[in-house]
């Protein structure tokens, strides 16, 4: 009888720190940022995809190199996400591709990516149009 009842504190135990480990976790990853810069180039890409889970992702050409031996220009392309309820942060990237403008970008990089918020762990902030 004690065997039993040890057996299930032990489970619930078990369970209980599962969870709570894994809340602050994804807290951690949400709300904790590995690095913050700005990225300066033009959005040539912003989209709304997923089957289940909607994100914002979007691609920023950041300029190009030019390749020494074939003396053409590749063109730097960086990946960014933005978070599904900031709504003000994509109306300006939209407003800023239908005006053809560079923008400076805000972004936080997070330590780690969630699936349900983004592609990427580069995740848009603020956005400053460049004249």
Sequence with gaps: ?????????????????????????????????????????????????????????GEMNLGGFRNTDQQEITPTIWAFSVYPGDDEVRQQIIRAMENGGKVRLHYKERFARLFWYGDTKYFIDKVELIQ
């Design 1 to 57: 009888m004690k065997f039993k009842g040890l057996t299930r504190k032990v489970l619930i135990w078990t369970g209980i720190i599962l969870v709570l480990g894994t809340i602050l976790f994804v807290l951690f990853i949400r709300y904790t940022s590995y690095s913050s810069g700005y990225r300066a180039g033009e959005v040539i890409k912003f989209s709304h995809k997923g089957f289940v889970f909607k994100t914002y992702e």
